[in-house]
Antibody, heavy 122, light 113 residues
Framework: EVQLLESGGDLVQPGGSLRLSCAGSGFTFSSSAMGWVRRAPGKGLEWVSAISGGDRDTYHADSVKGRFTISRDNSKNTLYLQMSSLRVEDTAIYYC???????????????WGQGTLVTVSS | DIVMTQSPDSLAVSLGERATINCKSSQSLLFRSNNMNYLAWYQQKPGQPPKLLIH???TRESGVPDRFSGSGSGTDFTLTISSLQAEDVAVYYC?????????FGQGTRLEIK
């Protein structure tokens, strides 16, 4: 069974940094494209970042470009999202997800982890 | 960016009745070379992560009840639940993966009448 478990969510002040992790199991992590999607309070889903499997191409939404960095450690079956210069509007539940049909940074998301809450507030 | 617009924003349907959710994209999601529509549907229940229901606009995932079906092509798509069950109460999202960045509709909240 494919499982994804996020961690690292926390309360952080504006301008601060945070690193989210997502541990994968039950599938060949190293060859799987992965992504982060967030849901802000009272809002819908927003794609944040994606990373390819073997060649590790990375993609970021314009709203986080230059502030967030997606990466992976295939030896640990773990996906990361390094978040810096955090803003109040980055407050959201962050989900990691395995991506299918992946090409050029896009595809569908299946399955999803349970999510981790990031709150940016002073 | 491709804008995805769902209608209605919320919907109340009686148990056993049909529920229909629409999704319109600002540009065609049909890739001519493979004749595939680059659209997915998700269900999100309270306190749970989204669950993939359908990809390629009409391909239902394994384990998804056959009362869920997806249709449409180009810019207009529909998710239909043929006979609403209590466990179908959720927010439903469409997502395009035709052009980066991938974008979602605003969501449709489905409730029991």
């Amino acid at each position: 069974e494919v499982q994804l478990l996020e961690s690292g969510g926390d309360l952080v002040q504006p301008g601060g940094s945070l690193r989210l992790s997502c541990a994968g199991s039950g599938f060949t992590f190293s060859s799987s494209a992965m992504g982060w999607v967030r849901r802000a309070p009272g809002k819908g889903l927003e794609w944040v970042s994606a990373i390819s499997g073997g060649d590790r191409d990375t993609y970021h939404a314009d709203s986080v470009k230059g502030r967030f960095t997606i990466s992976r450690d295939n030896s640990k079956n773990t996906l990361y999202l390094q978040m810096s210069s955090l803003r109040v509007e980055d407050t959201a539940i962050y989900y990691c997800a395995k991506m299918e049909g992946f090409w050029g940074g896009k595809g569908w998301f299946d399955p999803w982890g349970q999510g981790t809450l990031v709150t940016v507030s002073s | 960016d491709i804008v995805m617009t769902q209608s209605p924003d919320s919907l109340a349907v009686s148990l056993g009745e049909r529920a229909t959710i629409n999704c319109k994209s600002s540009q065609s999601l049909l890739f001519r070379s493979n004749n595939m529509n680059y659209l997915a549907w998700y269900q999100q229940k309270p306190g749970q992560p989204p669950k993939l229901l359908i990809h390629w606009a009409s391909t239902r995932e394994s384990g998804v009840p056959d009362r869920f079906s997806g249709s449409g092509s180009g810019t207009d798509f529909t998710l239909t639940i043929s006979s609403l069950q209590a466990e179908d109460v959720a927010v439903y999202y469409c997502q395009q993966y035709y052009d980066p960045p991938s974008t979602f509709g605003q969501g449709t909240r489905l409730e029991i009448k």
